[in-house]
Structure formats: structure tokens, C-alpha cells
């Protein structure tokens, strides 16, 4: 396990980055960091179908963290 390590450290957020029709991203943050460490490759169509894929990658990237 990391030292300090606090799962609240990290967050994901859902943006527009693209044109429609699948302008949406889903980014992990960390404390303190001012660019993304993790973000998602594809592009989505729904705000809400990014974000559900977003929280599957953070608690993948967690568990590889605390492992």
C-alpha cells in the first residue's frame, strides 16, 4: 500500500470535450494535481453513461492502489 494513501484523494469528473453527437469524457483526479492522471480514451453520448464508466475505472485504479 501507498504511504498517505486517502481515497478521498480521488475523483472522477465528467466534461465536454468533443462536438456532438459523443462530445463527453470522463477524468480521475488526484488532490493536488492539476491535470488528470487517468482519462478515457473513447468519447461517450451521454453524460451519465460516461460517468457510470468513470466510477468503474476509479474503483479499478483504487484497487490496484491498494493492493
Known amino acids: 500500500m501507498l504511504k498517505d494513501f486517502d481515497q478521498t484523494d480521488y475523483s472522477?469528473?465528467?466534461?465536454?470535450?468533443?462536438?456532438?453527437?459523443k462530445p463527453w469524457r470522463w477524468e480521475i483526479y488526484c488532490a493536488g494535481k492539476r491535470q488528470p492522471i487517468q482519462r478515457s480514451d473513447v468519447f461517450?453520448?451521454?453524460?451519465?453513461?460516461?460517468?457510470?464508466?468513470?466510477?468503474?475505472?476509479?474503483?479499478?485504479?483504487?484497487?490496484?492502489?491498494?493492493?
Open 12 to 21: 472522477i469528473v465528467v466534461k465536454s470535450r468533443a462536438p456532438l453527437p
Open 44 to 67: 461517450f453520448e451521454s453524460r451519465e453513461r460516461a460517468s457510470a464508466t468513470g466510477k468503474e475505472a476509479l474503483a479499478r485504479l483504487l484497487e490496484k492502489l491498494t493492493s
